[in-house]
């Protein structure tokens, strides 16, 4: 008994260090390289809110609904998961890119 | 499916802060699995972000773990009658509880940061062997703060970084558990040998 737990034990031990492992040991090697970026702007997710983007990148966060054809009211809780349901037709690379051209066309020097 | 567990917990950590967070680690220490230590991380980034502040955070987010933690260490101790009459006569069991009641202190705080899929068994375990209850919250709320402040704080050190972050500790945790199971593996063997 104790020799099959022993056999069954070791197995699953040597499938997850390996696998673990070499993977772990990949995303080490990524980080080592990204230190210099902490204080970039966060990456754009679907989980993300208006005023959070607004929040995280200095910008007005009316701005941003306007540059992305959502209307402010109402919105301010909601994800660009949700609001690409309602405003995108459910294309969330549209609204993903709508915002991301929103972000780098922001001039503060124009409005 | 477009459905993301994950992705509702953040939009609501951005939208009402910290209580969202308590609201998922109470869940997850009650044993329904959820990412949290995901969003310990993602609450360290969202601090050093202006997000959401230091203090509330860690205070809700330790009180709701530890209260999670011993719901599902009651859930094992109203289990104790069923364990007891299954196992009462097994010579091992009671080793076995024997070893958890000198020992499993340290399993406890282990299992809150280091080995986190084997949390929710430790508090099944500790309850349902009798493990006294003080000794178990004292254990947890050390393992449960080491955890906030570790990943919280690695969090907050990579910042927006922390999705990268967090891919290596589920990796690195898959790892310790692999090497756990290696050393049950050689726990088990010698015990075998011995025997012989």
Redesign the interface.
């Known amino acids: 008994m ?2 099959a ?3 069954i ?2 197995g ?10 070499g ?2 040991v990949k ?2 090697l ?2 080592r390289t ?1 230190e210099a ?7 754009l ?5 208006i ?2 983007l607004s ?2 990148h200095n910008i007005p966060k009316d701005y941003l609904y306007q540059a992305i054809n959502v209307p402010a009211k109402d919105n ?2 909601r ?1 660009l ?1 949700y609001l690409r349901k309602n405003y995108y037709d459910g294309d969330l690379e549209a609204i993903l890119l709508a915002v991301q051209r929103a972000i780098a066309d922001y001039d503060p020097g124009k409005l | 499916m477009d459905f993301n567990v994950s992705d509702y917990f953040l939009t609501g950590m951005v939208n009402y802060g910290a209580g969202i967070l308590a609201l998922a680690l109470l869940i997850g220490g009650m044993g329904i699995p959820l990412p949290g230590t995901l969003m310990v991380i993602v609450a360290g980034a969202f601090i050093r972000q202006g997000i959401i502040d230091l203090a509330p955070t860690l205070a809700l987010g330790l009180m709701a773990v530890v209260i999670g933690d011993s719901i599902s260490y009651a859930m094992g101790h109203y289990a104790k009658g069923w364990v007891e009459r299954k196992f009462g006569d097994n010579e091992n069991f009671h080793s076995a509880r024997a070893t958890f009641k000198k020992r499993g202190g340290i399993a406890i705080y282990l299992t809150r940061f280091l080995i986190t899929p084997l949390a929710i068994p430790t508090n099944l375990i500790a309850g349902s062997t009798g493990y006294p209850y003080r000794r178990f919250l004292a254990y947890d709320l050390a393992g449960e703060a080491t955890w906030l402040l570790l990943f919280g704080g690695l969090g907050y050190a990579f910042g927006s970084q922390w999705e990268v972050i967090y891919q290596l500790i589920s990796e690195s945790s898959g790892l310790i558990l692999g090497v756990v199971a290696l050393l049950g593996a050689l726990y088990f063997w010698q015990r075998q040998n011995s025997v012989i």
């Open positions: 104790k020799k737990l022993a056999i034990l070791l699953i031990g040597l499938i997850l260090t390996v696998y673990y492992g993977r772990a995303t080490y990524i980080i990204i970026n902490i204080e970039e702007p966060v990456k997710k679907r989980w993300m809110t005023p959070y929040k995280t301010d809780k994800s998961r």
